[in-house]
């Protein structure tokens, strides 16, 4: 056997968070689950090179655009939006898919370290780090995409270009993919970014929500987490849309939902901060929920 | 020292409790046996120890400091080996490296030994063995954590009979008098060498909590008598050999081996009688 290392856990270390626990914890939870991660990661990135090859196979390469943009970017960015949003749902479903059962919970309530360790844990797993190995897998599937038209497809030098960065990080949402700058005045160009930034945040909203929501749903459904907590949102939804549609009729606010769309700098913010409350408040949630686990399930 | 003072548990909030007003005190240095029927809260009880479910009522406390805290200081003096053992997905060697630093006591050289003891080595995929292959490795690991106190819910449930006798002898030469040692189990005659403080859980409450010792002291046992010697006596049950008896220790007789499975049925169907026997 090898040698032991130090032991992290002695009798004075700060009982709710310790750096060499934190570390013990992480490396003993990537060396369990580091060959599920990859598999899902090479998943992830095997479905999206297929997508964008059969997207490039669809795109004409005849002709390169005077605006300097790759006729596929628009798809790219698309699709990057819908798996990214589909990804991050089962990356939160994941995160407390390892106590789904009696002796896993029992394994991980009574692991020696804080639930503040076991939670930020999971945390930087699945939600930052998944976060940018997407992004990474999004790029990558696309340089990958970009050599394969290059060396495959005829006259497509040209016109064939990398997906830049910007694109990946808005899914799509920028001035030259979406707007004619050229014939806009300095206010279209300006309500052309807000919009931008508009679905840009929509997007994100979209994948941070749907990742805080699927952790806390992994721990109030141990089991089929991911199709319960989905059947949860789609019923929250109904009746979010019911009370807003019965408050408009009864209060009259039909009219008021007729008033201009056009975003605001202002309008963007209070979007922005209720979204990132939100996630906040569902992850507050989730630990709030984990700390008062149990090793059975009372439900 | 652990004490349980007062603990009130139900699964359902209407349904009935599983433990009522149940309180106990566990002194270091002895190896305790916990016996019940199915359902009597045997599990229960050693979940709410170590803190991974929450009492309704009433507290566990482990030399002062509440258990259910879950404080990582209090859990690295816990083990718990569920009935169920689950395995991850590694080598044994590397779950050690990775999971012996949260004990602070964990001896390699005692894992080496019990490993040894049992027939394995520390260089086996844990995901891919048997049911008795993965308790020995549970078992194995949780004596090596050296904790003061290890709980052992069924441990010698799918365990073959050389691996039982291996068993008995790790959990007593591993013994000392700074350890708790509570063994849930059904199978009292795997064990009943081994115990040195029984206690009996039936209908919510603990029926009997005594030390081997005092019962010993207090009651005689009898294998293979007669049926007219049984039907004079406290109680018996009928064996392939005999009848087994079990009398009230008469001044001056010798100590008789423990009978734990007629302990058992006599103190479940009368409880009273028993233990106005124990405390004339």
């Given at each position: 056997m090898n040698a032991m290392p130090t032991t992290v856990n002695p009798a004075g270390a700060g009982q709710r968070f310790s750096l060499p626990r934190f570390r013990s914890l992480m490396a003993r939870y990537l060396h369990e689950e580091g060959r599920i991660l990859l598999l899902s990661l090479l998943l992830v990135f095997g479905v999206l090179l297929s997508v964008f090859i059969i997207a490039a196979l669809e795109t004409s390469y005849r002709h390169s655009r005077p605006d300097g943009i790759d006729g596929i970017w628009q798809d790219e960015c698309f699709m990057e939006t819908v798996f990214f949003t589909v990804y991050a749902a089962f990356c939160g479903a994941m995160?407390?898919?390892?106590?789904?059962?009696r002796e896993q919970r029992l394994g991980a309530l009574t692991l020696p370290a804080s639930t503040t360790e076991k939670f930020l844990v999971r945390f930087v797993i699945y939600v930052p780090c998944a976060i940018v190995a997407f992004l990474v897998c999004v790029w990558l599937a696309d340089m990958v995409r970009y050599l394969f038209v290059i060396t495959?497809?005829?006259?497509a030098e040209g016109s064939v270009r990398l997906l830049p960065i910007p694109y990946i990080l808005t899914m799509g949402n920028v001035m030259e993919l979406t707007s004619y700058t050229a014939h806009m005045n300095a206010v279209g160009i300006e309500l052309a970014r807000l919009t931008n930034a508009g679905y840009a945040l929509t997007s994100w909203s979209m994948v941070l929500t749907a990742q805080a929501a699927y952790a806390m749903g992994s721990l109030i459904f141990p089991r089929k987490a991911i199709i319960k907590t989905s059947v949860s949102i789609f019923m929250l939804c109904m009746v979010l849309a019911g009370l807003w549609w019965a408050s408009s009729e009864i209060f009259g606010l039909s009219d008021a939902r007729a008033v201009s769309q056009d975003p605001t700098a202002a309008a963007l913010t209070v979007r922005g901060v209720v979204t990132g409350v939100v996630v906040i408040l569902l992850y507050c949630w989730s630990y709030f929920r984990l700390r008062e686990e149990e090793v059975v399930e009372r439900w | 020292m652990l004490d349980i003072e007062n603990l009130v548990y139900r699964y359902r909030r209407k349904g009935p409790p599983v433990l009522d007003g149940f309180s106990l005190r566990l002194e270091s240095g002895g190896i305790y046996g916990l016996l019940g029927p199915n359902g009597a809260g045997k599990s229960t009880l050693l979940y709410l120890i170590t803190g991974a479910l929450t009492p309704l009522e009433g507290r566990v406390t482990l030399n002062g400091t509440d258990?259910?805290?879950?404080?990582p200081a209090t859990l690295s003096d816990i083990y718990i080996v569920g009935e169920e053992t689950l395995m991850p997905r590694m080598r044994l060697s590397e779950y050690v490296r990775h999971t012996a630093p949260f004990y602070p006591r964990f001896r390699r050289e005692v894992m080496d030994k019990c490993l040894e003891t049992f027939g394995m080595t520390a260089d086996v995929r844990m995901n891919n063995l048997s049911m008795g292959q993965k308790k020995k490795i549970a078992l194995s690991f949780a004596l090596a954590c050296d904790t003061p106190v290890l709980l052992m819910d069924e441990p010698t449930n799918g365990l073959d009979i050389p691996a039982k006798a291996a068993f008995r002898s790790l959990c007593a030469e591993l013994m000392t008098d700074e350890r708790i040692i509570i063994i849930s189990t059904h199978q009292v005659r795997d064990l009943d060498q081994l115990l040195d403080h029984v206690l009996m859980m039936n209908d919510r409450r603990l029926v009997l909590d005594r030390t081997v010792a005092e019962l010993q002291s207090k009651l005689s046992f009898a294998r293979g008598v007669s049926r007219e010697v049984a039907e004079n006596s406290l109680a018996y049950i009928r064996t392939p050999g005999g009848y087994d008896v079990m009398n009230p220790a008469t001044a001056g007789e010798e100590e008789s081996e423990l009978n734990l499975e007629l302990l058992f049925n006599t103190t479940l169907s009368d409880p009273e009688r028993i233990n106005k026997l124990l405390n004339p």
């Open positions: 995160m407390f898919s390892g106590m789904a059962t495959c497809i005829d006259h | 258990t259910r805290r879950r404080l």
